[in-house]
């Protein structure tokens, strides 16, 4: 079992920055890939981020490449997600997932966090 929770969520205006963080707790946490999705009203929750259980193999949705940033720290149990230059577009509620193996498919996600909200005003 694991269990991760979410934070760094908040209000910032387009263009600025926001660094979210999933600690988790349990077993195995290193043995997992570890993916960053998000939901906006009304909408179906939507790939963003995924990383590999050492952090070699990483994969962005193409809305997000290039403006943010995966990472991970097995020895403190965390996962980053690093977003600059954000959009009002980028507002949604931001989850963390563990999986047995890097995917974009939320189906392949066992565990996840309870969210964490991102507004962006324009």
């Known amino acids: 079992q694991v269990q991760l929770v979410e934070s760094g969520g908040g209000l910032v205006q387009a263009g600025g920055s926001l660094r979210l963080s999933c600690v988790a707790s349990?077993?195995?946490?290193?043995?997992?890939?570890m993916g960053w999705f998000r939901q906006a009203p009304g909408k179906e929750r939507e790939f963003v981020a995924a990383?590999?259980?050492?952090?070699?193999?990483?994969v962005y949705a193409d809305s997000v490449k290039g403006r943010f940033t995966i990472s991970r720290d097995n020895a403190r149990n965390t996962v980053y997600l690093q977003m600059n230059s954000l959009k009002p577009e980028d507002t949604a509620v931001y989850y963390c997932a563990a999986a047995r193996t890097i995917s974009s498919n939320k189906l392949n996600y066992d565990y996840w966090g309870q969210g964490t909200q991102v507004t962006v005003s324009s």
């Open positions: 990383i590999g259980w050492s952090g070699a193999y990483i």
């Open positions: 349990g077993r195995t946490f290193s043995t997992y890939a």
